[in-house]
């Protein structure tokens, strides 16, 4: 497949120097698959753009840095041009955005663009949550509970990667309750671009508060109370959304509520 890349956009002096103040991203910090797959190239672009994917959504790879493709074929142990086949699909993504004669960069989201992904997030899990709230089972709710407890048991020790990405887990396991990969895809790339936008502009530290409005929602579902299930999922999307704060972080933080 040829590489394609997107024409960039003209960048202001202040998104120039925000660049020039990340590093370039380590390649260590992306986690290879545990094996190599027996399938042709496409699964291995699969497995680089799932690993790429992780790395943003537990803020090991900060809004900027650069993905340098020869040390993510060396990492994964793959040609460049199989890289670059990763690089693009996680670009369609909005994860990544790719500069000519630049490279590729992890995706830096505006401010404009953070309000438009909360946005959609409110249409499409309003209309999740009626769905769910009328077909989902017993065993759904223990296993949403399930999750619920890993989540709560990562923030009591403070282990950030792991809190994070269940934390952001938690609207896909949603999701997932109602069997529709569509939707699961949907719900997977809409909290991706979360996680990036919440690095770069929350304002708080609140693992513990996401923990407990994640279980307020599930006593409602579970309840079979739609209005306040729809309540109380505004409210956690909207009380992330307010703590957007116009100057942009250059360093991770240590958790990211979603």
């Known amino acids: 497949m040829m590489s394609v890349v997107r024409k960039a956009s003209p960048s202001s002096p202040h998104t120039s ?4 103040r990340l ?20 699964s291995s672009t699969e497995h680089i753009v799932a690993a790429v994917t992780r790395a943003i959504v537990e803020h090991r790879l900060l809004p ?30 909005k994860l990544v955005h790719l500069e000519p004669a630049r490279g590729a960069f992890v995706a830096a989201p505006s401010i404009k663009e953070a309000r438009e992904v909360f946005a959609v997030r409110r249409m499409v899990e309003s209309q999740m949550l009626r769905e769910l709230i009328a077909h989902i089972k017993p ?21 950030v990667p792991t809190r994070t990405k269940l934390l952001f887990d938690f609207h896909v396991r949603l999701a997932e309750v109602l069997g529709n990969q569509v939707l699961v895809g949907l719900m997977q790339e809409l909290v991706s671009r979360c996680s990036l936008i919440t690095l770069m502009y929350q304002s708080a ?5 996401s923990n407990a409005e994640h279980a307020q929602l599930l006593k409602a ?26 100057a942009p972080r250059t360093e991770p933080r240590t958790s990211a509520p979603t």
């Open 17 to 20: 120097s925000r660049r020039a």
């Open 23 to 42: 590093p370039r991203a380590d390649a260590d910090l992306i986690a290879a698959p545990d094996a190599p797959d027996s399938s042709p190239e496409v």
């Open 64 to 93: 900027g840095a650069k993905l340098v493709e020869q040390k993510l074929g060396d990492r994964f142990g793959v040609s460049r041009t199989v890289v670059r086949q990763a690089l693009y699909r996680l670009s369609e993504l």
């Open 139 to 159: 065993a759904d709710i223990r296993r949403l509970k399930a999750h619920l407890k890993a989540e709560r048991d990562a923030v009591a020790r403070i282990d």
């Open 205 to 209: 530290d609140n693992a513990q508060n």
């Open 221 to 246: 579902i579970e309840a079979r109370d739609a209005d306040l299930a729809l309540q109380l999922l505004h409210d956690h999307l909207e009380s992330v959304e307010r703590q957007l704060i116009e």
